[in-house]
């Protein structure tokens, strides 16, 4: 199910050539692992005062009376010292609160799962290419051998447009998918939740190939009357599917959050040009509006997964890892070219992992390349086996798999890594509040007892 398809189907999808992702862990660059550290150092007197605090409340409440009596004594005649001490408590404390974070909270989420009408088995996929006319034996052939080595089951979604001989892409047709999908899966959010709309104080929409005007954030703002002071944001250009999201930064949000964020972090590619267009939407020679895509488009993602992984590692691989993957790099670099670097293994990291779902080459050099074992992989070939790909919102399907299996338990870490047109790479990491249980009309509520299936791998 893709909500960009209706608007982009008039073109369709060029493929100049295939590559597998680079090892990207056997060229990692020196400068990533220090952005890494950077990151820790900017929250060093927070790493510094709070078990300083803890260890000073620790030793306090092991002290008796007469120790408690003796300890008065001594800071009446030590005045000044009490004054220091006091003051450097005061400042440690106010800066701490003044530049910690707010913690932010996923208090929940709801994946759109498209009508069963929607549902295209591969011969009528099939039958409905040779129909058209557009393509040729060869193209139809290629197609068939695609289709069998995807990853893609038989209960993926195409648009109602894309159900018509000829199709019937337009610009109604577009918007009235997108409100299916937006309203969809917001609709079940705001049920869940028992959020009021009116209580919405920040709007982010982002959708990649169809930005109508009025705006989609706009279509939302309207369907639901949310309060003329909201904050919205429309993006474009990358992440397509659907899914809605309800974060807070309020502490009393807490207690009925799923999630914790622990860790964001960012890579772009924009700068470098092969990057830029490496996913380009464009005409063709006989103006067929359509998304090439590079064939130098895996080298780059690889690219851009080796950065953002690097710089994530220090942030939450044990000191263990740190120290063993710091090590090799730095012989590598100064020492003996032929070090083999050593992988982190990133197992040790996180519980679960939501891999972005947009085809099965990816899924497969990431199990390969982080090491990581078949259940590791499982909710994102599901996802992708199941919903197609869904691209961005892939990794939030993949999510309420593992929450569905009943594997979600609190205290539990989940990596979720994602790529977008620009070139971008983005990892979040979440911490389980609690043992997780599916919200009502899961995309996996009526099925989840059918998975895993066994794919042709």
């Not at 070219?337 to 519980?351: E, G, H, N, S, T």
Request: proline content about 5%; some cysteine.
């Amino acid at each position: 199910m893709n909500s960009d398809a209706s608007s982009a189907s008039a073109g369709g999808v060029q493929i100049h050539a295939s590559r597998r992702l680079p090892d990207f862990l056997q060229s990692v660059n020196l400068k990533y692992v220090k952005l890494g550290y950077h990151y820790l150092m900017t929250h060093f007197l927070t790493l510094l005062l709070v078990p300083s605090m803890a260890a000073i409340i620790v030793q306090a409440s092991q002290m008796n009376p007469e120790e408690i009596n003796q300890l008065w004594l001594h800071l009446k005649y030590n005045l000044v010292s009490v004054i220091i001490c006091s003051a450097f408590l005061v400042f440690g404390s106010t800066a701490y609160i003044m530049t910690r974070p707010r913690s932010v909270y996923l208090v929940d989420y709801s994946c759109y799962k498209p009508p069963e009408h929607l549902q295209v088995k591969f011969h009528r996929f099939m039958e409905h290419s040779k129909l058209t006319g557009d393509f040729d034996e060869s193209s139809l052939e290629f197609q068939r051998k695609i289709l069998e080595r995807s990853g893609l089951g038989e209960e993926t979604y195409v648009p109602e447009a894309m159900h018509y001989l000829p199709p019937r892409p337009s610009m109604a047709a577009a918007r009235e998918e997108a409100e299916q999908v937006m309203f969809g899966a917001l609709d079940n959010l705001f049920a869940n939740t028992n959020v009021k709309p009116k209580d919405i104080g920040i709007l982010v929409v982002n959708c990649s190939l169809f930005n109508p005007t009025p705006s989609l954030s706009a279509m939302i703002v309207n369907k639901y009357k949310l309060r003329g002071n909201i904050k919205s944001f429309n993006l474009g250009g990358m992440g397509v599917g659907g899914a809605a999201v309800l974060l807070s930064n309020k502490s009393s949000d807490r207690r009925r959050a799923k999630y914790k964020l622990v860790h964001v972090v960012r890579t772009h590619r924009g700068a470098d040009d092969k990057a830029f267009k490496c996913v380009y939407q464009e005409q063709d020679d006989v103006g067929k509006t359509g998304v090439s895509l590079s064939k130098e488009l895996m080298a780059i993602a690889g690219g851009a997964l080796k950065t953002n992984i690097t710089t994530l590692g220090p942030l939450v691989l044990p000191i263990s890892e740190q120290l063993l993957f710091f090590a090799t790099l730095v012989a590598k670099k100064f020492f003996n070219a032929k070090v083999k670097p050593y992988i982190p293994d990133f197992k040790l990291a996180f519980d679960h992992f939501c891999i972005h779902a947009g085809g099965r080459a990816v899924i497969d050099e990431l199990e390969k390349n982080l090491q990581l074992l078949p259940i590791h992989v499982e909710a994102s070939r599901m996802t992708l086996h199941r919903f197609g790909n869904t691209s961005s919102s892939s990794i939030w399907y993949e999510l309420a798999y593992t929450e569905a299996k009943g594997r979600m338990r609190k205290g539990n870490r989940v990596w979720q890594i994602a790529f977008g047109s620009g070139f971008k790479c983005n990892s979040a990491v979440w911490q389980a509040l609690q043992n997780v249980t599916p919200s009502p009309n899961s995309p996996w509520e009526d099925c989840i007892q059918k998975y895993p299936v066994q794919l042709m791998l």
